[in-house]
């Protein structure tokens, strides 16, 4: 059942209330990580079902997607690691910890106790419904979604008076803290660069079979974090990441390359007139990498991707490639702007039911010079079909810009 359907039950609570739940086994491993996904990407609330979710409704949390799925888990080992006490929840530890395995997640767009919340939990369905706007924290949340779910959990089980002002939740963001630092600074291989995550994939940067500890090197000095990009440039990597499994699924790029790796600490981020980007298509899982610099950008290469998040398809472009396939679509009178001028892309994510692919937004200009400019614009598809990629784009249209 799922949980839009439970909750259009929820006339029916009081029967649900009288009868002992039957919890499932679920560990609190990858499976559990698992399930909290499929739970957040199958159910999306109305207004209108909120609203009529009755008075089991109670305030509280956030996150989204793979925040939420990372933050609970580690959550919950605390409590199976007894870095929080069973005791604190009034209730057994294996009984609390089946509960909180089987909390179901649900996403709204509009959630409201009398103000705006972040989140809804509803005790009588085990069930913590999240405001899905707060998608914009970094990658790495622990220190600051897992209390959100204590005192969630509180409430779950009943709690709800003694938790209403984080009375007892918040005594333990020190434990957290302390835990979740213990957690991150452990050397790992690669660190999510911020604002590359699209779904469930995203850009991460790493030293070549060198596991670092990212978060020590973010107290260096800003001198210090650039020393070691300079002293260590051909040895950084860039990966695609998966991350669900927390893995990486490819490398994007090498540092004994052409192009130098986009690498970041704290607010410092490597690159000089240069954007190295990352974009992907859920439904199709095409991944490609984009390039530009001043006056100059390309799709670098491109990724075909299996339901395990394997790859099973790639293409390293050649120079200028992109713009010779877009070449052979466009009018007379378009090609002949199209070669004297630079050219730089920009793309944007459509997937609808008519359409799965970009928008893209090619951007012709005479560099250092007040000679007019001209924007194209059209829809491209890429597709990987019996082992071979094929790009193909809708007419281009092409509009004069004027200073």
Same mark, same amino acid.
């Given at each position: 059942m799922t949980i839009v359907s439970l909750l259009k039950s929820f006339s029916a609570s009081i029967l649900l209330l009288a009868t002992a739940p039957t919890w499932s086994?679920?560990?609190?491993t990858s499976d559990l990580y698992e399930k909290i996904i499929q739970d957040l990407q199958r159910s999306e609330l109305t207004p209108k079902e909120i609203a009529n979710l009755g008075p089991g409704v109670t305030g509280g949390g956030d996150s989204c997607e793979q925040k939420i799925a990372y933050s609970y888990t580690f959550f919950l080992q605390m409590i %199976? =690691? %007894?870095k929080i006490a069973a005791s604190v929840f009034k209730i057994d530890k294996n009984t609390l910890l089946e509960i909180l395995k089987n909390t179901r997640f649900a996403f709204s767009q509009h959630l409201?106790? *009398?103000r705006p919340v972040e989140a809804l939990n509803i005790p009588p369905l085990n069930t913590i419904v999240l405001n899905r706007s707060i998608c914009h924290n970094s990658f790495e949340p622990l220190t +600051? +979604?897992?209390p959100l779910f204590m005192h969630e959990a509180l409430r779950i089980v009943g709690l709800q008076d003694a938790d209403a002002n984080y009375e007892i939740s918040k005594k333990y963001i020190s434990v957290f803290h302390y835990e979740a630092n213990e957690k991150l600074n452990n050397k790992r291989s690669f660190r999510i660069i911020s604002g590359t995550a699209i779904g469930s994939v995203a850009m991460?940067? *790493?030293?070549? /079979? %060198?596991?670092l500890n990212f978060e020590a090197f973010d107290a260096l000095s800003e001198e210090e974090q650039w020393k070691f990009f300079a002293n260590n440039s051909s040895r950084t990597e860039n990966y695609l990441v998966d991350l669900k499994r927390l =893995?990486?699924?490819?490398t994007l790029r090498s540092g /004994? *390359? =052409? /192009?130098?790796?986009?690498t970041e600490f704290s607010d410092i981020r490597s690159g000089n007139h240069q954007r190295f980007e990352l974009f992907y298509q859920p439904?199709?899982?095409i991944a490609f990498t984009h390039t530009s610099f001043k006056w100059h950008s390309e799709i670098e290469s491109i990724y075909a991707l299996d339901e395990k998040m394997q790859v099973i398809g790639q293409y390293h472009m050649s120079d200028n490639s992109l713009n010779l396939a877009i070449e052979k679509v466009l009018t007379a009178k378009q090609l002949k702007v199209w070669r004297s001028h630079a050219t730089s892309f920009r793309f944007e994510l459509i997937d609808t039911q008519k359409f799965s692919g970009w928008k893209i937004e090619a951007w012709a200009e005479q560099p250092k010079s007040l000679d007019p400019s001209y924007l194209f614009q059209s829809r491209m598809q890429i597709k990987f079909v019996e082992g071979n990629f094929k790009i193909s784009f809708d007419p281009f249209k092409m509009q004069q810009q004027q200073y």
């Amino acid at each position: 059942m799922t949980i839009v359907s439970l909750l259009k039950s929820f006339s029916a609570s009081i029967l649900l209330l009288a009868t002992a739940p039957t919890w499932s086994q679920a560990p609190i491993t990858s499976d559990l990580y698992e399930k909290i996904i499929q739970d957040l990407q199958r159910s999306e609330l109305t207004p209108k079902e909120i609203a009529n979710l009755g008075p089991g409704v109670t305030g509280g949390g956030d996150s989204c997607e793979q925040k939420i799925a990372y933050s609970y888990t580690f959550f919950l080992q605390m409590i %199976e =690691r %007894e870095k929080i006490a069973a005791s604190v929840f009034k209730i057994d530890k294996n009984t609390l910890l089946e509960i909180l395995k089987n909390t179901r997640f649900a996403f709204s767009q509009h959630l409201e106790k *009398g103000r705006p919340v972040e989140a809804l939990n509803i005790p009588p369905l085990n069930t913590i419904v999240l405001n899905r706007s707060i998608c914009h924290n970094s990658f790495e949340p622990l220190t +600051y +979604y897992a209390p959100l779910f204590m005192h969630e959990a509180l409430r779950i089980v009943g709690l709800q008076d003694a938790d209403a002002n984080y009375e007892i939740s918040k005594k333990y963001i020190s434990v957290f803290h302390y835990e979740a630092n213990e957690k991150l600074n452990n050397k790992r291989s690669f660190r999510i660069i911020s604002g590359t995550a699209i779904g469930s994939v995203a850009m991460a940067w *790493g030293l070549k /079979d %060198e596991p670092l500890n990212f978060e020590a090197f973010d107290a260096l000095s800003e001198e210090e974090q650039w020393k070691f990009f300079a002293n260590n440039s051909s040895r950084t990597e860039n990966y695609l990441v998966d991350l669900k499994r927390l =893995r990486i699924i490819t490398t994007l790029r090498s540092g /004994d *390359g =052409r /192009d130098i790796p986009l690498t970041e600490f704290s607010d410092i981020r490597s690159g000089n007139h240069q954007r190295f980007e990352l974009f992907y298509q859920p439904r199709q899982r095409i991944a490609f990498t984009h390039t530009s610099f001043k006056w100059h950008s390309e799709i670098e290469s491109i990724y075909a991707l299996d339901e395990k998040m394997q790859v099973i398809g790639q293409y390293h472009m050649s120079d200028n490639s992109l713009n010779l396939a877009i070449e052979k679509v466009l009018t007379a009178k378009q090609l002949k702007v199209w070669r004297s001028h630079a050219t730089s892309f920009r793309f944007e994510l459509i997937d609808t039911q008519k359409f799965s692919g970009w928008k893209i937004e090619a951007w012709a200009e005479q560099p250092k010079s007040l000679d007019p400019s001209y924007l194209f614009q059209s829809r491209m598809q890429i597709k990987f079909v019996e082992g071979n990629f094929k790009i193909s784009f809708d007419p281009f249209k092409m509009q004069q810009q004027q200073y």
